[in-house]
């Protein structure tokens, strides 16, 4: 059978690269399409030689142009650091929206399954606990994380009108706070940052007093996760990430005892808009794609330390 071909936009990126990588090993053809603002070229490094995959250079905020026949749309390009949302807000605004509208026209004249990278953000700093899809959320439009929770529900918003109006197959994912190898050391993100800093023997910086609560994922189990979204026929929102829930002080105790490291702790500013708590709740890709995570935070935190020390 001839192979499919996926696009994905913001491939050369942490999850996109991993995404890349998954694809290519479950026999599809993939063509990636990033402009590096926060992607690398690093991360594609082993398959620039594979016949199947493909780099296009470009911005997805432009008009997309790709010849030949794709079967799905992957649209992942995004600015998904808050600190990457605080340098670039424009940027992060455009490609949620502009970006998303570009792709989704790609996938509408490819008559392609299109999938939406949205995020546990649209549900901002949450009222409700554990959060589920029915959540509307709780978001400051104008607050400084405005520029990404916005764009994403702007995304979802125009993806569900693609779905109604021109009958496209489309798929948002939800993603939860996911780490793992190829993040930036200067990713910004606690989980890098922590063990960045505790390899290097600098203070880990604790931002508030380090009691607001993430749920971690690895990247296997979330990639896992949207290969079955993908291929499922669901249309509405679907929650991906670990439910196990850790405060931030939490983190630091694993990430000292897992690196050995002697580094101390210091306190910042909570950032404006910091969601307090956030944990997502996971029924329904458990009942509709036969899915959970599989890998404890230790376990997964020892194969991204042993990737931050090479
Ligand atoms: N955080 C922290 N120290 C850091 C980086 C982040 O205490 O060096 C906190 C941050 O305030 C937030 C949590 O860790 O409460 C997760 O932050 P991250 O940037 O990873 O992503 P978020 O879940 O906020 O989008």
């Known amino acids: 059978m001839a192979k499919q071909t996926v696009l994905i936009t913001g491939g050369a990126g942490f999850i996109g690269s991993h995404l890349c990588q998954k694809l290519l090993a479950g026999n599809y053809k993939v063509i990636c399409l990033d402009n590096f603002i926060t992607g690398s070229r690093n991360n594609l490094e082993p398959f620039l030689k594979n016949k199947n995959f493909r780099l296009e ?62 995020t546990s953000e649209v549900y901002g700093d949450p009222l409700e606990h ?38 496209i197959d489309t798929k948002i994912v939800r993603i939860f706070n996911t780490y793992g190898p190829r993040m930036r050391h200067n990713d910004g993100r606690v989980v890098p940052n922590f063990i960045d800093q505790a390899l290097k023997g600098k203070a880990l910086t604790v931002y508030g007093e380090g009691q607001q609560t993430r749920s971690f994922c690895y990247i296997d189990d979330l990639t896992d996760g949207i290969l079955r979204l993908m291929l499922s026929g669901e249309n509405l929102p679907v929650n991906l990430g670990n439910h196990r829930e850790f405060t931030i002080m939490q983190l630091v105790k694993l990430v000292l005892k897992l690196t050995s490291s002697k580094s101390k702790v210091v306190f910042r500013k909570l950032p404006q808009d910091d969601p307090r708590q956030r944990q997502p709740d996971i029924t329904r890709a458990k009942k509709l794609l036969g899915w959970e995570p599989i890998v404890p935070l230790e376990d997964g935190l020892k194969r991204t330390i042993s990737w931050f020390k090479r």
């Open 57 to 118: 250079v470009c911005n997805v905020c432009n008009y997309i142009d790709i010849p030949g026949k794709i079967d799905y749309v992957l649209h992942c390009a995004s600015l998904a650091s808050p600190k990457d949302y605080l340098d670039f807000p424009i940027q992060t605004l455009k490609v949620g929206s502009l970006g998303t509208h570009n792709a989704l026209g790609l996938a509408k004249k490819k008559k392609a399954v299109f999938v939406l990278f949205s």
């Open 130 to 167: 554990p959060q589920k899809e029915s959540y509307w959320g709780h978001v400051n439009s104008i607050g400084v994380r405005g520029c990404y929770d916005e764009s994403k529900r702007f995304a979802e918003a125009m993806t569900m009108a693609y779905h109604r109006v021109h009958k």
